[in-house]
């Protein structure tokens, strides 16, 4: 079997016999030197002996067969068990500085797991990876692998309790109660024999079913749901700093636990337990339903512009049905369009129309003096529909939201939100602001908005209309959210972009690039990033001339004009019976024009610019 690059890499750094290997191999001969020679190279790479050849790959047998002269087959007659094993171990152990780990090391490490790695990582396995490595790093033989698993199941279980503990005694009396009421015992109806079917149901209709129920729909009952879901986490009264030195895949943990278990199972374990997993479902939950109501935000702001649009046009495509004869002009002039596409507009349209020019004109100057202007009745319709149903749900956004920005050209928008929140029990019949208010002016104030927001009023002075500056203040902090210059307080997603990297990025630099899966040096980043570019365009350029959907040649060739292609030669034209849309890469680049099914669309070359085609002249 073809061995792979990174094999053959390992097995060269690995297991090749050394010069002190060989000396101490000494004057052993066949099975013996085989099987000792594989149990240094083991013992060297992995800090302890293989429990069987089992473990031991065939083509590394065969790499150290092939050193030391002997057939594979030989390894058969290797007793694993004997006198001569456990000397042949004890003289490998002696000449690589090794030792067998004592109770008192396997006590020590176990402490040691606990408070160094089982604190911040409580999956198993990588628990286990460490316990080994450091097992490796101070020259101490590891134990069998049952007792490694007691040993982390027992730093697992410390650090849990150490970190229990330490999260509960932070808590007020007062807090922890209102976390256990939340699993508070619900009657005669939570028994054994049904518990898990009657707890979820008996929990629907709880606090603790509500902060875990899941949003609805984008709509204004939605919007509102999360609010009050928000504040019924907010009224358990969880400090902020709760969780602020553990690590986040720790505290996920217990959430993801907290809400798979039932309210009786929750209840069993020791109130230390109980109250950690509680408060950490609750902080997450906080952070996630934060995270609902900006999104919702965004996309009610969205829905409410994209439906006044909506409705603005089909209003105005249905005034348009509404003129006598509007219709019968339509279908002339497009009738007459298509039967002469190449003349002029003046000798096929204008005869087309009963009136000619003149019937024409009058129906554009029609439209334009009596019908709406497109964007001021947009915005019309879009502050209707803010004012008689959605501000309700975005003023009381405002209030358990709070946003903030790193950059002060955008302080204008939350000082705009804070004019917004002081009013917001003003009512809708208040038109304008009180005279003497300061009003902020930002980005969403000017351009098309600004007719509506600043009007004068029948005294002659200048006001700002309330309800058309809220619209247009929810507008702006949408395009700010979306692109993070706005955040928000106690969101995940949307938190201060500052805090995006972990408090501990640089003093654990290898081991999170290590779990990203990118080398810390930047060369090699960009060599590999540049590797893949190149393999994709190599594809995409070997892919093309087999698409026979597809034709590629370059404008102004002739048909008969070869095109080099980095796979031979190809002519920009298809050959009989191969059909259209054959491919060509001209040169070892795409060609400027590409046909489709149907279509042709030309690109034209850099420098070259497109030409129009010229309306003949009356």
């Known amino acids: 079997m073809e061995m792979l690059e990174s094999d053959a890499d390992e097995l060269v750094e690995f297991w090749t016999l050394l010069d002190e290997d060989r000396a101490l191999l000494g004057g052993r001969r066949g099975a013996t030197a085989l099987g000792f ?35 594979v087959v030989d390894l058969a007659s290797y007793e694993w068990s004997g006198r001569t ?25 176990t402490s040691w797991l606990a408070v160094s790695v089982a604190h911040a990582e409580r999956r198993p396995d990588h ?71 009657q707890d979820g149901e008996a929990s ?48 996920q943990g217990w959430r993801a636990r907290a809400s798979v278990e039932a309210p009786s199972h929750l209840r069993r374990h020791g109130e230390p337990l109980t109250v950690t997993l509680l408060a950490a479902l609750v902080h997450q939950r906080e952070l996630e339903i934060t995270d609902t109501l900006v999104e919702l935000l965004i996309a009610t702001v969205h829905r409410i512009g994209a439906r006044a649009e909506r409705r603005v046009t089909n209003e105005l495509i249905n005034a348009f049905k509404k003129v006598t004869g509007k219709e019968n002009i339509l279908f002339q002039v497009a009738q007459a369009a298509l039967a002469h596409p190449d003349d002029a507009v003046r000798e096929v349209v204008f005869p087309a129309v009963t009136g000619g020019e003149q019937t024409l004109r009058e129906l554009v100057h029609e439209f334009t003096t009596k019908g709406p202007v497109y964007r001021r009745t947009v915005q019309t319709t879009l502050r209707a529909s803010y004012t008689g149903h959605y501000r309700r749900g975005l003023v009381a956004l405002l209030q358990v939201l709070q946003f903030r920005s790193n950059n002060t050209a955008h302080q204008p928008v939350i000082d705009a939100l804070a004019l917004v929140r002081r009013h917001a029990t003003a009512g809708n019949l208040t038109y304008y602001y009180p005279l003497g208010e300061t009003v902020p002016t930002h980005r969403g104030t000017s351009g098309d908005w600004s007719q509506l927001i600043y009007r004068t009023d029948t005294r002659g002075r200048d006001r700002v209309t309330r309800m058309v500056y809220e619209v247009a203040t929810f507008q702006a902090l949408r395009e700010q959210l979306r692109c993070k210059e706005i955040w928000v307080v106690g969101a995940d997603s949307w938190r201060n972009p500052e805090q995006d990297l972990p408090a501990d990025f640089e003093e654990r630099r290898e081991e999170n690039y290590r779990e990203l899966r990118k080398p810390l040096d930047p060369g090699v980043f960009i060599a590999n990033l540049r590797g893949d570019m190149v393999a994709a365009l190599q594809q995409l350029d070997a892919a093309l001339p087999g698409l026979d959907w597809l034709n590629i040649h370059r404008p102004g060739r002739g048909a008969d004009h070869p095109v080099q292609a980095r796979g031979g030669t190809r002519t920009g034209q298809p050959a009989p019976g191969q059909g259209r849309g054959r ?36």
Request: glycine content about 8%.
């Open 127 to 197: 628990v286990r990876e460490a316990l080994l490595s450091n097992f490796r790093r101070e020259r101490i033989e590891a134990p069998t692998a049952g007792r490694v698993q007691r040993m982390v199941r027992s730093a697992l279980r410390t650090a849990e309790q150490t970190w229990t503990a330490r999260i509960c005694a932070r808590l007020g009396d007062e807090t922890r109660a209102r976390l256990l009421a939340l699993i508070a015992f619900a009657g005669a109806q939570d028994t054994d024999e049904s518990e898990g079917d």
């Open 37 to 71: 020679a594989l149990l240094l190279k083991f013992y060297s790479r992995h800090g302890r002996f293989p429990r069987g050849w089992a473990e031991v790959p065939e083509t590394v047998v065969g790499f150290v067969s092939h050193q030391v002269g002997v057939e």
């Open 583 to 618: 491919a060509t890469v001209g040169h070892g680049r795409v060609d400027r024009c590409v046909e489709g099914d149907g279509a042709t669309h030309r690109v034209p070359e850099p420098g070259q610019r497109r030409r129009r085609r010229r309306r003949p002249a009356g």
């Open 85 to 109: 094993v456990e000397y042949h171990r004890a003289e490998i152990r002696e000449h690589l500085g090794f030792r067998l780990a004592t109770v008192a090391d396997q006590q020590r490490l």
């Open 204 to 251: 629907a209709a709880t606090v603790l079913g509500l902060i875990k129920s899941e949003p609805g729909n984008v709509s204004l009952e939605s919007m509102m749901t999360e609010i009050g879901k928000l504040e019924a986490v907010r009224a358990i009264g969880l400090p902020q700093d709760l969780f602020v030195d553990a690590v986040p895949r720790v505290v």
